[in-house]
């Protein structure tokens, strides 16, 4: 998602200024916040489902902080206070960084594993650049 809204981060610019306007119409703004809503709460009921959650955890309070989280940096990165080459690690690690607080046992080390790499080797770091580069190579 990121990669193509760098083609439009105008049109990125004014969604996000949308998003967290305090006078934008409850409809509109559910629009937008429902799919990221939904995306994220897959992934981290699939989380609770195997117990990868700390007990404490409420899903759905989660789910909430980590759309803000993303919301936030994508507006940042619209703004042009992130720049162009750091915004898919910062988001991504930043990302993580949120949700390790959150996980236990397997998947918290596979986390916790994930953002050491990132920080050491950034980009190459991230499973999707993996696939990409190695599609590459094989076409």
Known sequence: MVQRNRKIRN????????????DV????WSAMHSPAMHHNREW????????????????DS??????RFEYATINDW???????DEIIVRLVSGYLSCMLGALRGAARKEV??????IGERGMEALP???KLREHKEAA
Request: charge should be negative.
């Open 44 to 59: 981290i009921g699939a989380l609770e489902a195997k117990k990868h959650l700390q007990p404490w955890v409420k899903v």
């Open 78 to 84: 619209a703004q042009g206070r992130i720049p162009d």
């Open 11 to 22: 049109y990125i610019r004014a969604i996000m200024s949308l998003y967290f306007s305090s």
């Open 25 to 28: 119409d409850y409809d509109i």
């Open 112 to 117: 916790d594993a994930l953002i050491k790499d």
């Open 128 to 130: 999707l650049a993996r």
């Open 62 to 67: 989660l789910v909430e902080d980590i759309v």
